[in-house]
């Protein structure tokens, strides 16, 4: 596995780690369906929560949460709206963030709750 791929992984299993501790049910991690994906899929309060982790070494060109363009944002809707459809829920939806930045064992992790609404197609 390239190395990229190794700490995207333990990235976000820190970030599942972080928001069982915050008290979500983690529904979902790496949920496919065709060429969709959705990173988080979780819940809390009734509310289902979609996130998009984005693990970093350093901040040094750019803030991980910088790399959901619009494109991306567009994938993730489409791929909650498909999860959705296929679970048949009903609840609200949020989209979040979690960056994840440093090295396996000092992770800092941001959560950046409603980070997005999704775009009107």
Do not use: C, S
């Amino acid at each position: 596995m390239a190395t990229h791929n190794t700490l995207g992984k333990k990235g976000e299993d820190a970030a599942v780690a972080y928001l069982e501790g915050k008290g979500y049910t983690l529904r979902h991690r790496n949920w496919r369906k065709n060429h969709l994906e959705l990173d988080i899929v979780a819940e809390k309060d009734g509310e289902l929560v979609v996130a998009e982790v984005k693990t970093r070494t350093n901040d040094q060109y750019k803030e991980p949460q910088e790399a959901v363009d619009w494109q991306k944002i567009r994938r993730i809707v489409i791929a909650a709206d498909a999860y959705i459809k296929h679970f048949g829920i009903d609840n609200p939806v949020r989209f979040d963030i979690i960056t994840v930045m440093g090295k396996e064992g000092d992770f800092r992790i941001d959560h950046i709750e409603n980070a997005f609404y999704p775009p009107l197609f």
